[in-house]
């Protein structure tokens, strides 16, 4: 997997119009309906939290009666959530993506990993709801090498400039992005500064940090990863930490 292409685009710097964006979707409500299929989703991942617990019977997995959950966004073929599942024994972590076709690639999971076709900004809106309602608690959310939309034309697609990204920066304790394109990784982190700045977003109480950073990974747990690393590309990732 060798030979990967470095980012092509037509923008050379952070988008102009990505704070007025940020403040915009800041005072909004994502509303679109909830798709079927990522609500039969959710709650299969549900029943495997609850069964998780139940079997494992695991005092340290639940928080004042809150059960820890991991997430893995964008997982792809699930390689980046059986190495998180194993890290992290103790915890379910959740494997979300949209394609089942790259889901039907896993290879054996450990117990604790549990990998779902579902629609990420719906399964989030769920997950939140789950966290405010106090029974999840998100110790760690892992977004790996998301689309990043490169056209400056594409650039409100991308997750930080879009109506769902004051859901995403309130999913969980510590969130990790990694890209290979600094540009995205120096919007994302702009754009969770400027969002912790709005009084009653997530992190507006200037606790926390944000951290953006090249990182080279001693062992890629990615395909993407992989690729990357054989291609020797520089990697980014930004940590925003809630505690």
């Given at each position: ?8 685009t037509n923008q050379t710097d952070i988008y ?186 997530a992190g507006d109480d200037n606790t926390g ?35």
């Open positions: 997997m060798s030979g990967a292409r470095a980012v092509t102009d119009k990505l704070e007025e964006v940020v403040r915009k979707y800041a005072s909004t409500e994502y509303l679109r309906p909830i798709a079927d299929h990522t609500r039969i989703a959710f709650a299969e991942a549900e029943k495997f939290v609850l069964n998780f617990y139940e079997s494992a019977c695991n005092e340290g997995g639940a928080v004042r009666g809150t059960y820890k959950v991991i997430l893995d966004s964008g997982c792809g073929t699930g390689e980046s959530s059986l190495n998180i599942a194993i890290a992290n024994p103790d915890v379910p972590v959740i494997g979300i993506d949209k394609s089942a076709a790259r889901l039907t690639k896993a290879g054996a999971a450990p117990r604790n990993a549990f990998l779902v076709r579902a629609e990420l900004l719906d399964f989030w809106r769920l997950a939140l709801g789950k966290v405010k309602a106090g029974q999840w608690h998100i110790p760690y959310h892992a977004l790996y090498y998301p689309n990043p939309w490169p056209k400056q034309s594409e650039a409100t697609r991308r997750f930080h400039l879009h109506p769902i990204f004051p859901t995403l920066l309130q999913l969980g304790d510590t969130l990790e992005l990694r890209t290979n394109w600094e540009l995205y990784a120096r919007e994302f982190a702009e754009a969770a500064r400027v969002l912790r700045e709005i009084p009653g977003q940090t944000i951290a953006r950073e090249p990182f080279e990974p001693e062992r890629p747990i990615t395909a993407f990863e992989r690729k990357y690393k054989e291609a020797r590309q520089q990697l980014w990732r930004v940590t925003i930490n809630h505690v």
